[in-house]
Each structure stands twice: as C-alpha cells, then as structure tokens.
C-alpha cells in the first residue's frame, strides 16, 4: 500500500463530500457502530477490506477510491491542469458529467437515507410505546 495513502481519512473526505454525517453512516453500518465508533475508523490509516467494502456500498463509492485516493496528488494534478492551461474553463467545457445531475442524485440519497432513518425511528418509537404500556 502506497503510504501516503489513508483510508480512513479518505472515508472521511467522501462521506464529508456526500453531507452524510458520521451519525448516519454509523446507522447505515449496523446497531454495532457509533458516532465515535466512525471518528476512530477515519483515523485509522489502513481499513480492513471488507469494512472499506460495506461503506463504499453505503456511500456509493468504488472501494478503489477509499484504497487509491491521494490529496497531495490530485492538488498536484488539479494545480498542473490549470497552470499549463490558457482557458482553466476548458477543463469542465467538454466534461460529460452534469453537475446538476449529480446534484439532483446526491439530494435524492440524502432523502432517501433520511426516509429510511425517519422509519427505523418510528419504528423504535413503536416498541418503545409498546413496552412503556405493558
């Protein structure tokens, strides 16, 4: 493994990206995870593979990205691009990707992985009630 590379640090670069908060990842993980239980895996430096590939599902994120991404290299990249580049604009005129597309998909996760903590909510608060009247 390349030793700049931080896995945990870059979970948390992706799931910061996303507006997802540790809370929620943490819910997304299963009743074994916590908010603090997910600030110590974004400092841990090198993430077992299977946990990277359950929170690649849950972000949607290749688990390459988790293994391969590297700050200092992408600034370098993005820095290089627009200092050899008379038009910096030029880099995004030609890009395939919407940016509102993304936007749009990236609300619609955020909806939907409300939606589905609203109802596990509910649903708690449905036991709870049940056992407060018994």
């Known amino acids: 493994m390349n030793e700049k590379i931080h896995h945990g640090r870059n979970i948390k670069r992706f799931r910061e990206l996303m507006g997802i908060k540790q809370e929620s990842l943490a819910f997304e993980l299963g009743a074994d995870w916590s908010q603090k239980k997910i600030s110590l895996l974004e400092q841990?430096?090198?993430?077992?593979?299977?946990?990277?590939?359950?929170?690649g599902e849950i972000l949607r994120i290749p688990v390459e990205a988790f293994k391969n991404f590297d700050e200092e290299q992408a600034i370098n990249i993005i820095s290089n691009t627009f200092e050899h580049c008379n038009q910096p604009a030029s880099v995004f005129y030609n890009s395939s990707i919407n940016p509102l597309d993304q936007i749009?998909?990236?609300?619609?996760?955020?909806?939907?992985?409300?939606?589905?903590?609203?109802?596990?909510?509910?649903?708690?608060?449905?036991?709870?009630?049940?056992?407060?009247?018994k």
């Open 44 to 55: 841990k430096e090198e993430v077992e593979e299977e946990l990277l590939s359950q929170v």
């Open 104 to 133: 749009v998909r990236l609300h619609e996760e955020k909806i939907a992985l409300y939606e589905r903590m609203l109802k596990e909510k509910d649903e708690m608060m449905a036991r709870l009630e049940k056992l407060f009247s």
